[in-house]
């Protein structure tokens, strides 16, 4: 970018330092979680001074994190399961022109993202509440796929402005009716929009805190609730056995997908 | 040309136009489980929070409430603290973010997609987990303190964490990615052609740099600051944990209001005023692009 | 052309707001035909072939094809071939699936549809690529490609949209005559829209020229190149000179009478000549060199006529050589000759 220009090595040496200082403090929060995992001390420290499995193990056998993972990692699922497609429908219909509906469809599409998440979380809360339907699966699933929509949604517009809809029409015109084209021309071109929505839904849902917080409990308490709870009142090392195995998952997660994406030029 | 009308024919403008119109319905149809999932979960709600807001229990309409929360000082203070976090988080963004956005922009290949896998990076770890890391480091035996007190710098630990400090420093890292994306892409949509021309014209640096290429990213830096401080303002989690209860937000005064007072009314209220004031921001934004628009302000805000 | 038309379009109107893009078009075309829809861009001929495809609902009209009315019929099931303009095959498929797919989607089992599927691929040479990825292929495969894909599942009729317009000017000719060859051996009716002029008239039984969502005039290649009845398809068509009508002397207009308003006359650059062969049957115009222009196989001259008007001449190298033109100066006065019936008078517009 200054290629024109040339800079003194204090300069560089400065920003250098500043570009350093930056990425640590991105980076370091995500890093340390793994070694203090492996702690054998029963405080909270880094750098831990002894190392042990016994919060793995403790993990494995707690009878409060395990159903936690169970039901968030279920919920996840389903959220993405459900989400996506919805989220699909409305990105092609949007795409293929709704004329003056259009602006409005994305103003009520984005909503979830634009409203604070408190918000969601209290209104769902109030409303679940009518319906008995706090602490269930469902409400938690209605709030978790609501907020995931508009990721979804989103990546997907943007895959969809990158396709080509002559390619749906060239398979009309050969004899195949909407659903033959959607299943055999569309979405085989969009595989990777709609993974990539599948992959961001289930993680936004695997990290939201405060819907979770206010409509999940009892059998249906998710792993974020348990965590936040636990780093309110106590700091528990058992969250660090639970971050490292979630960023552990999520770089395999990313490494699959994009590996492959690099691998096929779209 | 008009050739004379086939045999049989006949003026089908309305079966077209009703054809048209059943397509355009299908269109619709699609779009409709998002929307109505979307109604259900959360216009409802909002509206439901509205009336409660503005009802009193004998079903007439005041503004009670509202006056109650304005005159109470816990609710000021909150309204006045969600400010200033969300002000100065973007601060601290822009301070840290774009230059460091201008040095992802001038980097080498190699650089630039480590230093774009540094700021994606985060996304990928939750949140909890970020904001749990971060209570490590700062706590009062944590990484940071004993690295201030070994070097020197400070003999008593610093409170870092269970403040204001504290809350800024999560909030920072939790939306410091989402301000450099867009700068970056800002910076990089730059010709660098305009940059050589700057230097071919004998500009210094940080000539360049400030009549040049900052007013060419001004578009990023704007949109990444009014992300952030929307953002900002109905944040819970981070005040909550690392604020330690010292830094009242409104997110977290609605959160008491429900989960410990049942103050419906008040959390309803809160919550209007917190939809109130992002809406605030957006209108403002979008007011100010269309008046520098409209000032000829060139595409570059 | 009468009722027994292959195609017959009515009334077809569709408006974008309020652009006109069909205004009212009829056509008809006969069975077997090639015809060419010819016109600058924005003139409504896309439109047309789009709303014969079943991709753009008209406003109004009807399109009957083998007298059967399929206006409202979805594109998928008017049995109609199309090429695209940037081919569309499928890029998640290969060459023979492409091709397979109008046929497996008809139901057709999978042997039955990979034989077929071979032939078609045989017809265009590209029987040894059947395995090949799209991408892997050249410009030209595509469009061979994306020509067996549209005429495997035996259309009763095929609509291309500029199909060559994205290859390069030596393979374009070759594929033009191609197509033309494909055409000719199944007897497939066709209807090809393209915007360069060359081409319509190289490969087409007739031409149909619109311009702002109308016909202009239809007619076979040689009847719209030398007989325009407008200003715009003289000139759209070919080097055009426009003349007012008294600009040529003892000028009477063959054929019908030409002294209407609005009306001018119209000479192909290359009709007029500097060998005199006047004779009853032939005028000539006098006038002075103003500029002369080498163009390798031609000279292309600019003439002010004496009795007002400028034109340009096409002159052949041969010709050329024999008056000498090479030397002649700019002012020189000069002689052209042009036979009566290649007056024609137009419409200015």
């Known amino acids: 970018m200054f290629d024109g220009f040339d800079v003194s090595w204090p300069l560089r040496l400065a920003i250098g330092i500043f570009t350093a200082l930056v990425a640590t403090f991105l980076l370091a929060p995500s890093l340390i979680v793994v070694p203090m995992s492996f702690s054998a001390s029963e405080l909270l420290q880094f750098p831990p001074t002894e190392f042990s499995l ?48 259009r602006l409005p469809l994305y103003g009520v599409l984005l909503m979830p993202a634009t409203v604070p998440p408190i918000l969601v979380a209290i209104g769902l809360f109030f409303v679940l509440a009518r319906l008995h339907l706090v602490g269930s699966f469902p409400g938690l699933w209605l709030g978790h796929t609501v907020i995931a929509i508009p990721t979804a949604y989103v990546i997907l517009s943007a895959g969809f402005a990158r396709f080509d809809f002559t390619q749906e029409k060239a398979s009309r015109s050969l004899g195949a009716g909407w659903w033959r084209t959607m299943i055999s021309v569309v979405i085989p071109q969009m595989r990777f929009p709609l993974l990539s929505a599948a992959l961001l839904s289930f993680l936004t849902s695997l990290d939201e805190v405060i819907v979770s917080m206010f409509v999940g409990g009892g059998a249906n308490t998710t792993l974020t609730k348990v965590m936040f709870l636990g780093l309110r009142d106590r700091v528990d090392p058992q969250a660090a056995v639970i971050s490292t195995i979630w960023i552990v998952l999520v770089a395999m997660v990313v490494t699959v997908v994009f590996g492959r994406q690099r691998q096929e030029p779209s | 040309m008009t050739l004379p009308a086939a045999d049989g024919a006949f003026d089908n403008s309305a079966l077209l136009r009703r054809d048209r119109k059943l397509a355009q319905i299908g269109l619709f149809g699609l779009a409709l489980p998002a929307v109505l999932l979307v109604t259900i979960a959360i216009v409802v709600p909002l509206a439901a929070m509205f009336w409660i807001s503005i009802a009193r229990p004998d079903g007439s309409v005041s503004l009670d409430t509202y006056l109650r929360i304005l005159s109470t000082p816990v609710y000021t203070r909150s309204v006045l603290t969600t400010f200033q976090v969300s002000g100065m988080t973007v601060l601290t963004c822009m301070l840290l973010g774009t230059p460091f956005a201008l040095v992802m922009a001038s980097a080498g290949q190699r650089l630039a997609s480590i230093l774009l896998l540094v700021v994606m990076l985060p996304f990928w770890t939750a949140l909890l987990v970020r904001t749990y890391a971060l209570s490590v480091l700062l706590q009062r035996n944590g990484l940071v303190n004993s690295f201030l007190i070994d070097t020197g710098l400070v003999s008593e630990p610093l409170p870092l964490i269970n403040n204001f400090f504290g809350t800024i420093v999560g909030m920072t890292h ?49 949109a990444g600051a009014v992300l952030v401080f929307v953002l900002s303002l109905g944040f819970y989690v981070t005040p909550a944990i690392l604020g330690g209860g010292r830094v009242p937000m409104i997110s977290t005064r609605i959160e008491q209001n429900v989960s410990v007072l049942s103050d419906w009314p008040a959390a309803s209220a809160l919550g209007v005023l917190l939809l109130l004031s992002v809406g605030l921001v957006f209108l403002v934004t979008f007011l100010l692009r269309r008046s520098i628009k409209a000032l000829g302000g060139s595409a570059n805000v | ?34 015809l060419s829809i010819l016109g600058p861009s924005g003139s409504g ?19 009957s094809v083998d007298g059967r ?31 397979m797919f109008p046929l497996r989607v008809r139901g057709i089992g999978r042997a039955e549809a990979a034989e077929r599927a071979r032939k078609a691929l045989d017809i265009v040479d590209l029987a040894n690529m059947a395995e090949r990825d799209i991408a892997t292929l050249s410009g030209g495969q595509k469009q061979r490609v994306a020509l067996a894909r549209a005429v495997v ?88 000179n426009i003349l007012e009508l008294d600009a040529v002397e003892s000028f009477v207009a063959p054929e019908r009478d030409a002294t209407g308003a609005g009306r001018k006359l119209m000479i192909r650059a290359e009709r007029l000549s500097l060998s005199d062969a006047s004779g009853h049957d032939h005028v000539s115009l006098s006038g002075t060199l103003t500029r002369s222009v080498f163009q390798g196989d031609s000279w292309l001259i600019s003439v002010d006529l004496a009795n007002g008007g400028a034109v340009s001449a096409r002159i052949a190298a041969a010709e050329a050589a024999n008056f000498n033109l090479e030397a002649l100066a700019e002012g020189a006065p000069l002689k052209l000759h042009v036979r009566r019936d290649a007056l024609i008078p137009v419409i200015d517009a």
């Not at chain 2, 990089?188 to 900052?214: C, E, F, M, P, Y």
């Not at chain 3, 390069?168 to 594929?175: F, G, H, I, P, V």
């Open chain 3, 153 to 240: 599942f035996e259309p009763r009729l095929m609509l291309m949209d500029e199909p060559l317009s994205a290859l390069d000017k030596n393979l374009r000719e070759q594929m033009q005559y191609e197509i033309r060859k494909l055409h000719d051996r199944l007897g497939l009716t066709t209807v090809y829209v393209t915007h360069d002029q060359r081409e319509a008239l190289t490969m087409s039984d007739r031409i149909a020229v619109m311009r702002d969502g109308v016909i202009r005039q239809l007619g076979t290649p040689a009847s719209l190149y030398h007989r325009p009845t407008s200003r715009f398809v003289a000139e759209f068509l070919g080097e055009a």
């Open chain 3, 1 to 34: 052309m009468t009722s027994a038309a292959f195609i017959e379009i009515r009334n077809l109107s569709k408006a974008y707001g309020s652009f006109r893009a069909l205004n009212d078009v009829g056509l008809d075309v006969g069975r077997g035909e090639f």
């Open chain 3, 69 to 99: 009315d399929l206006v409202r019929l979805p594109a998928n099931k008017r049995g109609i071939g199309v090429v695209f303009q940037n081919y569309a095959l499928f890029p998640h498929m290969n060459v023979a699936a492409n091709v």
């Open chain 2, 174 to 222: 939790v939306m410091l990615p989402l301000f450099i994306l867009p700068v970056y892409a800002a910076i990089k949509q730059i010709d660098h052609n305009i940059i050589r021309a700057a230097a071919s014209l004998g500009a210094s640096k940080l000539l360049t740099l400030r009549a040049v290429i900052l007013p060419l990213a001004a578009n990023g830096i704007f």
């Open chain 1, 54 to 101: 016994r919060w793995w193990q403790q993990y494995w056998q707690s009878d409060l994190w395990m159903p936690a993972t169970k039901t968030s990692l279920l919920l996840a699922t389903v959220t993405a399961a459900v989400a996506v497609p919805i989220a699909f429908a409305a990105a092609y219909a949007t795409t293929r022109s709704l004329g003056w509906a």
């Open chain 3, 45 to 63: 001929k896309t439109t047309l072939l789009m709303a014969l495809a079943g991709f753009v609902r008209p406003d109004r009209g009807q399109i």
